[in-house]
Antibody, heavy 114, light 108 residues
Framework: QVQLQESGPGLVKPSQTLSLTCTVS??????????WTWVRQRPGAGLEWIGY???????HYNPSLESRVTISLDTSLNQVSLKLTSVSAADTALYFC??????WGPGTLVTVSS | EVVLTQSPGSLSLSPGERATLSCRAS???????LAWYQQKPGQAPRLLMK???IRAPGFPDRFSGSGSGTDFTLTISGLEPDDFAVYYC?????????FGQGTKVEIK
């Protein structure tokens, strides 16, 4: 059973870059068959799909975030990374990584504030 | 880009009642790639249904999914206290993947 754990700074200043990692255990990030995905949830709001990466390094992003987001794999650390540039308060959210449809991490809260 | 619209936004029902949740897509979608999630406060979403009508392990048969084309339904027959949560439909048949805005099922 793949387990996921998101981590990163809980506080990021406006205009800076948000960097999160998702550490994978019980499997490897270069396993085919499913997509590694990031999803976020603003406080009191619904789920927003950020993007995915496949083990082939193929990516696809939400058009609303595409100009600012990068998802990558680090096979040496067995991690999936998310970078979001030029953040604002609107990026304050709980960020989840997922593998396939049914494996989710617990999420990590990121607050954008000076 | 597929846009999913869920209705109603919230549903206030008593235990034992039937809940009918709707998810409408902005264009015809492939049923294979329509899923539903259940989310409770403070928890990550949990996959409830995939392929429109295939229940995920751990969910009882009072949960059922149906639909085709642009109209999909999640039905909960005989609400149990544990079923009160927010439900999201999700389409992953073509990028960008997308969630509906959610339906909150509340205890009346």
């Amino acid at each position: 059973q793949v387990q996921l754990q998101e981590s990163g700074p809980g506080l990021v200043k406006p205009s800076q870059t948000l960097s999160l990692t998702c550490t994978v255990s019980g499997g490897t990030v270069d396993t085919g068959g499913h997509f590694w995905t990031w999803v976020r949830q603003r406080p009191g709001a619904g789920l927003e799909w950020i993007g995915y990466i496949y083990y082939t390094r193929s990516t696809h992003y939400n058009p609303s975030l595409e100009s600012r987001v990068t998802i990558s794999l680090d096979t040496s650390l067995n991690q999936v990374s998310l970078k979001l540039t030029s953040v604002s308060a609107a990026d304050t959210a709980l960020y989840f990584c997922t593998w396939g449809l049914d494996q989710w991490g617990p999420g990590t809260l990121v607050t954008v504030s000076s | 880009e597929v846009v999913l619209t869920q209705s109603p936004g919230s549903l206030s029902l008593s235990p034992g009642e039937r809940a009918t949740l709707s998810c409408r897509a902005s264009q015809s979608v492939i049923t294979t790639y329509l899923a539903w999630y259940q989310q409770k406060p403070g928890q990550a979403p949990r996959l409830l249904m995939k392929g429109t009508s295939i229940r995920a392990p751990g969910f009882p048969d009072r949960f059922s999914g149906s639909g085709s084309g642009t109209d999909f339904t999640l039905t909960i027959s005989g609400l149990e206290p544990d079923d009160f949560a927010v439900y999201y439909c999700f389409y992953y048949g073509s990028a960008p993947w997308t969630f509906g805005q959610g339906t909150k099922v509340e205890i009346k």
